[in-house]
């Protein structure tokens, strides 16, 4: 099976707002030129199977990236990280004290009326799972960065604390070769300059 997860491109919303699941559009610009690149770099099959976050910034690269017969499939499980109270905020304006509360311990600690990564972790670590488990020859993920995140700890079986050091831009892709059991294969896809 080979499977690609796929960042959403950049969204239009200000670099200093905590977005989280907020429905936000993306800047049009960084969108056409993703779906261009995605296109070249990866030759999908026509019956691909492709899976999404249920925001709309993923939803819109899922259906640019699907071929005729292909349809895409919304999961919850891919979602972003929920930051409650914080969604929408700028970071300068979110309380200090349970920013610092959060800071001590990301992995563990909920953003208030939100999630924990751990959380995160167990959702999208679910959803790989049941991913797996299937038959597909090839599937794309259309989500965001804590979920790649998380989804390759879950699949290089790694300390979760470890995964806070991936850095992912608007548009990544990572190609996984799994074969029903572990991958034989994890590959970043270079982007064009």
């Given at each position: 099976?080979?499977?690609?997860?796929?960042?959403?491109?950049?969204?239009?919303?200000?670099?200093?707002?905590?977005?989280?699941?907020?429905?936000?559009?993306?800047?049009?610009?960084?969108?056409?030129r993703t779906v261009k690149r995605l296109?070249?770099?990866?030759?999908?099959?026509?019956?691909?199977?492709?899976?999404?976050?249920?925001?709309?910034?993923?939803?819109?690269?899922?259906?640019?990236?699907?071929?005729?017969?292909?349809?895409?499939?919304?999961?919850?499980?891919?979602?972003?990280?929920?930051?409650?109270?914080?969604?929408?905020?700028?970071?300068?304006?979110?309380?200090?004290?349970?920013?610092?509360?959060?800071?001590?311990?990301?992995?563990?600690?909920?953003?208030?009326?939100?999630?924990?990564?751990?959380?995160?972790?167990?959702?999208?670590?679910?959803?790989?799972?049941?991913?797996?488990?299937?038959?597909?020859?090839?599937?794309?993920?259309?989500?965001?960065?804590?979920?790649?995140?998380?989804?390759?700890?879950?699949?290089?079986?790694?300390?979760?604390?470890n995964s806070l050091s991936f850095q992912f831009r608007y548009g990544d892709a990572?190609?996984?070769?799994?074969?029903?059991?572990?991958?034989?294969?994890?590959?970043?896809?270079?982007?064009?300059?």
């Amino acid at each position: 099976m080979v499977i690609y997860l796929i960042r959403h491109s950049m969204p239009d919303v200000q670099p200093d707002v905590c977005y989280g699941q907020s429905d936000v559009g993306v800047l049009k610009w960084h969108f056409e030129r993703t779906v261009k690149r995605l296109k070249k770099q990866l030759i999908l099959k026509k019956n691909v199977d492709i899976f999404s976050s249920p925001a709309k910034r993923c939803v819109q690269l899922a259906r640019a990236l699907s071929k005729s017969k292909c349809r895409v499939k919304v999961d919850w499980r891919i979602m972003e990280l929920n930051f409650g109270s914080w969604e929408m905020k700028s970071w300068e304006d979110i309380d200090d004290d349970a920013l610092l509360s959060w800071c001590k311990d990301v992995i563990n600690e909920k953003v208030p009326d939100g999630e924990s990564y751990a959380q995160l972790y167990e959702r999208a670590c679910d959803f790989w799972r049941w991913l797996t488990a299937k038959e597909y020859e090839e599937a794309v993920i259309c989500t965001h960065g804590g979920v790649i995140k998380a989804i390759l700890t879950c699949v290089l079986e790694m300390p979760l604390k470890n995964s806070l050091s991936f850095q992912f831009r608007y548009g990544d892709a990572i190609r996984i070769e799994w074969n029903g059991h572990h991958p034989s294969l994890v590959e970043f896809i270079s982007r064009d300059s």
